[in-house]
């Protein structure tokens, strides 16, 4: 373990990682998010599994189970810009799809200038305590540890962003509705920062919890039941606490998603614009679900350049 020393705003701060961090970043450098154990995962034991489920052997497509220690792993572009993206792969709660909704994805932002961060959360459903709290205390904490290596990484710490995909987009969207939720108990001077998202990219994301518009393994999965209780169905149907501090959002989707309803993005949308807050909808004819960039097809295929234009016009990049 390493204590490291950087400065934010003017605030002398220190906190304890288990990797150095330098500057400049380096690509595919991988941090873990909590020094000692995570919150809720004390006294469990997990062997963490990477399942290579592609038979390609020059195209990655890796889920991982198990995660005990969570981390973040930087993609960072040629040309950085300043602006920092938190990326959170999909897997219906039961995984964590690395490649086609993280590295590949990275890869695309780290394109446009985007240092790229891929977030490998702990899964509800792997015997953690408050279970559902599990995943929103990495998101939280990872957002907190961008902006507090924000100077040493050359990032600005007030363009730093999130986008999530499917079960990634229901966290995203809790994160981006729930960022000043107190679900664990400070651990250094980084805890004291912000988890509020600066800009929120939403993928074919499972947004409610609602029996008409969830995704039945996702919400089995981080709430605990095939019929979870009402007031945790409300707590986790981000589509009903958006509010005016939500960050401006884009989304995007496929009319033919047959998992995942794209009115689920449609109802994100609708309480964004009913809070005022800046937000873009894409509804793609076809593309079916967790096209991420490989398997986007048509004018899907377009999302990339969209959310880069989108993040200009919105001054989340230079």
Known sequence: MKLIAYSLTGLVMAF????ATAAPLADQQETRLWASTAPGSENLTLVETATERSKDPAIRDRAYTNVLNPTMTAYVAAKPNGTALLIMPGGAYARVVTDKEGVDIARAMNAKGITAF???YRLPGEGHANRQNV???D???????I???A???KLDASRVGVIGMSAGGNLAATLGTQFDKAVYTPRDEADKLSARPDFLGLLYPVISMTDKLTHAQSRELLLGSKQPAPELIAEFSAEQHVTKTTPPSFLACANDDTSVPPDNSVSFYRALRASGVPAEIHVFRASGHGFGIRQATGSAS???NLFAAWLGANNMMP
């Open 16 to 19: 304890a990682t288990t990797l």
């Open 147 to 149: 902006r507090a290596n």
């Open 118 to 120: 891929v977030l490998k």
């Open 302 to 304: 377009e999302w990339p």
């Open 135 to 137: 995943p929103l205390q």
């Open 139 to 145: 998101a939280q904490r990872a957002i907190r540890l």
């Open 151 to 153: 100077a040493e990484w």
